[in-house]
């Protein structure tokens, strides 16, 4: 019979490194305490024997558990999808290791969701909270854990910490860009009501509009689909196409454009369309989309940085940053701004 192949341990490596199993802790916990040669010496025998840390028997000596909950509920999207994709690896970078729970559709579930999570042995959470869906599961958690929520949604309306990337200050770079085309008259389709996201951005908008002195309006609100984007679009076809428009996501704008070419309008000779989000794929549509970059892999980093300072009482907590701007990719779907 084939031998159980048997988990290196700490001593596995002290003998292979031929050091103390004290120096591999030392190692593993203040490295910067170990002289070079040796520290080099300790995780070449790591790599080779291929061993990684027992988090169960650290908690129990240490009282922490390396453990992250994530919070999250529809990963199909783009922009939840990024953005847990980003905490997990900022973690992995930080020394822990993630717990990732999904909200079922029913908000009554929250109660046992977060119970579910809490009872995982994490230290604390982060939760993305795109919408209103996501409040009951929050406000749960956070009775008892600290909780960082990355979204669009007000601080001073939040029931926990927040984090987040500059929805509105997107939507603003958005209309600027249009209005520097040439750009008068320019029409938003939002993206649904309950999103935090959606909100921002179209308060951005209608802000940048008063502020410019622009024309426009908002339709809507739609859903995160290029059906929906195509259905809003043929509406608006109906009773003259605008200069410009401005969707709330990529994914409506890949409706928008759809909605265009089946009725004969050039992009952007006859209608400018800019997305939003820089949505895998972006640039080969076409003509290529101009639309708005989100720091999803910063914001992971800057979110997860936070929760750890909560978790350590460090006063740098209340320093970290809280909003990441966003950036706009200019390409093919808008005309070139003018130079005067």
């Known amino acids: ?158 029931v926990a910490e927040v984090v987040g990337i500059d929805q509105a200050l997107g939507a603003h770079h958005v209309v600027e860009h249009l209005q520097r085309t040439g750009v008068r008259s320019i029409v938003h389709i939002a993206g649904p009501a309950d999103w935090f996201d959606a909100r921002a951005r179209r308060l951005g908008f209608t802000s940048a509009l008063e502020e410019l002195g622009l024309d426009g309006e908002v339709v809507g609100p739609g859903e995160w689909t290029p059906r929906s984007g195509y259905e809003l679009t043929t509406d608006l076809i109906r009773t003259g196409p605008p200069e410009a428009i401005f969707a709330a996501s990529d994914m409506i704008a890949i409706g928008v454009l759809h909605a265009l070419h089946e009725h004969g309008l050039r992009v952007p000779q006859d209608v400018a369309v800019v997305g939003f989000d820089n949505t895998l794929g972006a640039e080969f549509l076409i003509p290529s989309l101009t639309t708005v970059a989100q720091p999803f892999v910063e914001v992971g980093r800057v979110a997860l940085r936070h929760l750890v300072s909560l978790l350590d009482g460090d006063p740098a907590a209340s320093q970290c940053p809280r909003t990441l701007p966003p950036r706009l990719v200019v390409r093919r779907s808008t005309r070139p701004e003018r130079t005067h």
Not at 103 to 129: F, N, Q, T, W, Y
């Open 1 to 158: 019979m084939t031998p159980v192949p048997r988990r290196p341990s700490m001593g596995d490596v002290a003998d292979r490194a031929g050091v103390s199993y004290q120096t591999v802790s030392r190692v593993l916990n203040e490295p910067e305490i170990v002289r070079p040669e040796t520290r080099e010496r300790v995780q070449a025998a790591i790599a080779e024997l291929g061993y990684t840390r027992n988090r169960a028997a650290r908690a129990l000596k240490t009282s922490r558990s390396s453990l992250i909950g994530v919070l999250t509920d529809d990963l199909s999207l783009f922009g939840p999808a990024e953005t847990t994709t980003a905490i997990e690896a900022a973690a992995r970078e930080a020394g822990y290791s993630v717990v990732l729970t999904s909200m079922p559709p029913d908000p009554r579930a929250a109660r046992k969701v977060g119970g579910e999570l809490l009872g995982s042995g994490v230290e604390g959470i982060l939760a993305i909270a795109a919408h209103e869906g996501m409040t009951p599961a929050v406000t749960e958690v956070a009775r008892s854990t600290p909780v960082v929520a990355v979204s669009a949604q007000p601080p001073q309306e939040a």
